[in-house]
């Protein structure tokens, strides 16, 4: 199946996109993606069997384990438990359920099989992975007691930056990598690579073969036209799946963090909005409930991505990510656009409101965004620091220079200020 995929010698995935055989009474795709993706490694040596799973957990697993057997079994029953997938390597056992388009098996599903498939003894060297499209909310749905930090959550998306990772053409691990990559890509999944990769693109190129220097489109090259629409076109398409990849990232990442600092959340929200033509967003908002350990008060902790228009950095032509921290949410009523403000500057880096001394936000160019690591620096950290130095009423300018220090201007990531006013009615 991965090699039809590759040359584009079947359709018979598209059935995981839902277009199915009106014949078929019943497709298992659940079962066949895992066959499809993870059969492979059951012919693989134990090294690549370690490095695959070692990447996929972040280096998790003890690193003299790289030199153990290992082992991977699919539908292995024990007690009447059966997961999808059993990975053991040297005296360590990985037990893996996936899911793709259904949910778990009852709410009870995965505590029994970390309890009942294992052991005590094998639960002491022993990881529980949910693999899942949003695993994240899944795993907060379990009870910590059963695993301690045990249970791990990986979104297909995480699974897929994996095999980017790990892809190439001089090994079978590496090729085994690539085709996966593609298989995953082509049913529909998407992680984030980065905005660098669109730098090369010649915006002025295309559009001098479109149209003539005022600004009338050039009878003369229709094809030039077509092509150039075509690309154009294309372009904004993937922009999009990055964008919708950095924010599943943002949502997976920040979920985990708050609920490892204590913090009660809810079912995060998106919504946005469309240019005059409603053929583009403009805006689009992710709006995390948070409720406060000490008040019990519920805010959000968010952000906002600005392509174009009134909320994007329009003196340097440049779309905007908005981290913002509100007593309301952010939506196309309220949401952060360009102006004069009176509100309150920390720092020329952090607004504080005048509405709410407990809401701020900051500002990184979006567009410098390149990696999950470039996440975790000027998002992730910054905004769970942010929120308890918020609720221990410590934002002075000296904390706030200390969680978003000079090194973030020099690096080009965060906007100066003053740039933005307060929230308003669109």
Request: glycine share 6%; hydrophobic share 40%; charged share 30%.
């Amino acid at each position: 199946m991965l090699h039809a995929v590759e040359h584009n010698k079947t359709k018979m995935h598209r059935r995981y996109l839902g277009e199915r055989d009106e014949n078929e009474k019943m497709v298992k795709g659940e079962d066949e993606i895992v066959s499809t993706i993870f059969g492979a490694l059951d012919f693989l040596p134990p090294q690549d069997i370690f490095k695959f799973w070692q990447e996929a957990l972040s280096n998790k697993l003890p690193c003299d384990l790289a030199d153990k057997n290992a082992a991977i079994a699919f539908w292995q029953k024990n007690n009447g438990i059966e997961p999808d997938i059993v990975v053991t390597i040297g005296e360590w056992t990985l037990l893996i359920e996936c899911k793709w388009s259904s949910g778990l098996s009852g709410e009870d599903q995965l505590s029994r099989q970390w309890l009942e498939f294992l052991n005590q003894e094998e639960r002491k060297n022993a990881f529980h992975i949910l693999i899942a499209h949003e695993a994240q909310k899944i795993v907060e749905t379990q009870e910590k007691t059963v695993w301690g930090d045990r249970l791990i959550a990986l979104s297909w998306r995480d699974i897929k930056s994996v095999f980017y990772k790990l892809s190439g053409d001089k090994t079978p691990l590496e090729r085994w990598a690539k085709l996966s990559d593609r298989f995953l890509k082509d049913i529909g999944v998407y992680h984030f690579t980065g905005f660098s990769q669109f730098s090369g693109y010649k915006t002025d190129a295309i559009a001098a073969r479109f149209f003539n220097q005022e600004g009338k489109q050039m009878s003369e090259s229709q094809t030039d036209a077509g092509k150039a629409i075509f690309q154009i076109v294309s372009r904004v398409s993937e922009i999009g799946s990055q964008i919708e990849a950095l924010l599943a990232k943002l949502d997976d990442e920040l979920r985990s963090s708050l609920k490892d600092c204590g913090y009660k959340i809810d079912n995060s929200f998106a919504s946005g909005f469309k240019d005059e033509s409603t053929w583009v967003y403009v805006n689009a908002f992710y709006n995390i409930p948070i409720t406060s350990k000490k008040s019990g008060v519920t805010r959000y902790l968010g952000f906002q991505v600005s392509l174009i228009g009134d909320g994007a950095l329009a003196s340097d032509e440049e779309p905007a990510l908005h981290v913002f921290y509100w007593s309301v949410q952010c939506d196309k009523e309220n949401y952060i656009v360009a102006g004069e403000s009176d509100d309150e500057i920390i720092a020329k880096r952090l607004y504080r409101y005048l509405w709410d001394k407990d809401s701020w936000s900051y500002t990184v160019r979006l567009a410098k965004i390149d990696s999950p690591e470039d996440l975790d620096k000027y998002i992730v950290k910054p905004s769970i620091e942010l929120l308890k130095a918020s609720e221990e009423g410590k934002l002075d300018d000296q904390t706030v220079k200390e969680i978003l220090p000079d090194e973030f201007f020099s690096d080009g990531f965060l906007v100066e200020l003053p740039f933005w006013e307060k929230p308003k009615s669109k």
